[in-house]
T-cell receptor, first 111, second 115 residues
Framework: KQEVTQIPAALSVPEGENLVLNCSFT??????LQWFRQDPGKGLTSLLL?????REQTSGRLNASLDKSSGRSTLYIAASQPGDSATYLC??????????FGSGTRLSIRP | GAGVSQSPRYKVAKRGQDVALRCDPI?????LFWYQQALGQGPEFLTY????????KSGLPSDRFFAERPEGSVSTLKIQRTQQEDSAVYLC?????????????FGSGTRLTVV
């Protein structure tokens, strides 16, 4: 059974710092991995989607990497801004019918 | 439409009441998913449709939960005889195809509070 873990559960850093969020999964037989952002009281916004054959994806200040063999993904945020404050969720698709989410990392960027 | 639309945004139900939550997926999206998100947790899978066929309902927590997508577009999640533990945000997502290449687009969710 696929399990997804995100560490840390919460993170607070000053504005301008570069930071890394971690995601690990137990079954390396995945189709893809997706990083989402969730603001309080809102739905999920897709940030980056990495296919199983890819190693990384980049969008603006965000870079996500995938190492299937070790069951790990990282989300790198460069030059953090207060507007980046949100919960970041990692989700793994290991079957056609569902994706499994981690519990998320609550990120707070201090001005 | 441009995105996944869910209604109502908020629902307060008395314990024992039946509720119906609606999801309008992105037009043309084949796959539709329902997730339940408890406070402070990641979303948990409930059920999956490919067009009108419900292919996976392994995540539905009890027989009080029922989902349908009769014409392969709009979906309704129904909860009968609601209980306090049903309080959560219910998220709907859609995907263009059933294949593994595609990611999901989520709606804003329905926050259900059972009192």
């Amino acid at each position: 059974k696929q399990e997804v873990t995100q560490i840390p559960a919460a993170l607070s850093v000053p504005e301008g710092e570069n930071l890394v969020l971690n995601c690990s999964f137990t079954d390396s037989a995945i189709y893809n991995l997706q990083w989402f952002r969730q603001d309080p009281g809102k739905g999920l916004t897709s940030l980056l989607l990495i296919q199983s054959s890819q190693r990384e994806q980049t969008s603006g200040r965000l870079n996500a990497s995938l190492d299937k063999s070790s069951g790990r993904s990282t989300l790198y945020i460069a030059a953090s801004q207060p507007g980046d404050s949100a919960t970041y969720l990692c989700a793994v698709r290991s079957s056609a019918s569902k994706i499994i989410f981690g519990s998320g990392t609550r990120l707070s960027i201090r001005p | 439409g441009a995105g996944v639309s869910q209604s109502p945004r908020y629902k307060v139900a008395k314990r024992g009441q039946d509720v119906a939550l609606r999801c309008d997926p992105i037009s043309g999206h084949v796959s539709l998913f329902w997730y339940q998100q408890a406070l402070g947790q990641g979303p948990e899978f409930l059920t999956y449709f490919q067009n009108e066929a419900q292919l996976d309902k392994s995540g539905l927590p009890s027989d009080r939960f029922f989902a349908e997508r009769p014409e392969g577009s709009v979906s309704t999640l129904k909860i009968q005889r609601t209980q306090q533990e049903d309080s959560a945000v219910y998220l709907c997502a859609s995907s263009l195809e059933a294949g593994d290449w595609y990611g999901y687009t989520f709606g804003s969710g329905t926050r259900l509070t059972v009192v």
